[in-house]
C-alpha cells in the first residue's frame, strides 16, 4: 500500500571491470540492487474544495522507489500550455523565481525497500492564467527527484495533460 504525502502548494546495476568471471558478477548483483524508481498514471481529480475553499484539482503522483531505502526524494509539477511554454501563475506562492508555475512536494525519506509513495498537490484553479480564449490544456510534467549531498539528480520522468476554464 503506498504513503499518501498531502501537499501544500505555496510546493545502478554497478560495473565491474577486471578478473573474477561470471562468479564475481553473480556475487555483485545479489548485494547491490539495481535502482530504479517509476512513475504510475497520474491521477486527477477536479472540482476538489481546498482549505480555503476554493475550487481545485487534485493531482496525485504515484511513485515506486526502488533501491534507495533512507534517501530523500520529492516529485515537482511543471506547468506549461499545449505548445510547451512554462505558465506563471496570476497568484503569488505558485511560480519558481524564474516565473514559471511549478509545484514541489516536501522532501521525503524512503522508508523501505521498494517503497510506494502518492506525492498529492492540490491546485486552486485560481492559480492558472486566465485565457481571452476561454478552456485551454495544461500539459503538467512530473518529476521524481533524488536529493543529496551532491545535489539533485532525476529518477523518473512523466507528463499529464487536462483542461481548464480560462
Keep these: ?51 480555503d475553499g476554493r475550487a481545485s484539482v487534485r493531482i496525485v503522483a504515484p511513485a515506486e522507489v526502488v533501491g534507495l531505502q533512507g534517501s530523500t526524494v520529492a516529485c515537482v509539477l511543471f506547468f506549461e500550455d499545449a505548445a510547451g511554454k512554462p505558465l ?18 516536501a522532501d521525503t525519506k ?4 521498494p517503497d510506494g509513495i502518492d506525492f498529492a498537490f492540490l491546485v486552486p484553479y485560481a492559480a492558472f492564467p486566465r485565457s481571452p480564449a476561454g478552456k485551454y490544456q495544461v500539459d503538467v510534467r512530473v518529476r521524481l527527484v533524488l536529493r543529496g549531498a551532491a545535489g539533485t539528480s532525476l529518477l523518473a520522468e512523466t507528463h499529464t495533460r487536462f483542461w481548464v476554464e480560462g
Design 88 to 105: 506563471t501563475s496570476p497568484l503569488a506562492g505558485f511560480n519558481d523565481r524564474a516565473g514559471a508555475m511549478r509545484a514541489v512536494s
Design 110 to 113: 524512503v522508508a523501505k525497500d
Design 1 to 51: 500500500m503506498a504513503r499518501l504525502m498531502m501537499v501544500r502548494i505555496a510546493c545502478v546495476v554497478a560495473a565491474l571491470a577486471g578478473a573474477g568471471g561470471a562468479a564475481v558478477a553473480e556475487d555483485a548483483a545479489k548485494k547491490e540492487a539495481p535502482k530504479s524508481s517509476t512513475l504510475g498514471e497520474i491521477r486527477k481529480e477536479h472540482g476538489v474544495a481546498g482549505p
